[in-house]
């Protein structure tokens, strides 16, 4: 008897589906360093790129904005790329997707941002930010996987 379709959580991976935990209960001690060591690699270049360019509390947080954008259109672009492989090295998601990319992102720290500048009395601020952010990433992402997906195909061609 089929079981009922159930809709994946994402596309990408979804934990519920026995064939996208293979890889974790094959050698989840690799996979979790690369995590780790993508994790800190990310880390330090937002770190670097946050204290390059602060800003007060009333102000546009450019640097946590670039940094979320970019990292999103970097997302798509990586996602592309492995698809183009079939899923690339089997390293490659975990430390780049995950660990690099994931500890460059920072929603929470776009969280904070807005809920301080609204404490301080910039609402137009906060409101700005708060869409930008969302409108950015999401364009981001979609862009960095269109553009990697048409250049990879010219270049198979």
């Known amino acids: 008897m ?10 990408d991976v979804d934990l519920r589906v026995p ?4 890889e974790l209960t094959a050698r989840p001690a690799t996979i979790l360093a690369a995590i780790a060591a993508g994790g ?10 946050q204290h390059a360019v602060p800003h007060p509390p009333t102000g546009f947080p450019w640097a946590t904005f670039t940094i979320n954008t970019s990292g999103c259109l970097l997302i798509g672009v990586l ?8 899923g690339g090295p089997p390293l490659a998601r975990p430390f780049l997707g995950v660990g690099v990319l994931g ?9 904070v941002d807005v809920q301080q500048a609204i404490v301080v009395g910039a609402p137009g601020t906060a409101l700005a930010y708060l869409a930008a952010t969302v409108l950015g990433a999401l364009v981001a992402v979609g862009v960095g996987d269109a553009a990697t997906t048409g250049l990879l195909r010219q ?3």
């Open 103 to 111: 500890g460059f992102t920072t929603f929470s720290t776009y969280a």
């Open 79 to 86: 996602m592309a790329v492995l698809g183009h492989l079939d």
């Open 2 to 11: 089929p079981e009922p379709f159930e809709p994946r959580t994402d596309p």
């Open 40 to 49: 800190v690699l990310g880390a330090l270049a937002r770190a670097g790129l």
């Open 19 to 22: 064939a996208d935990r293979r």
């Open 155 to 157: 270049a198979t061609r």
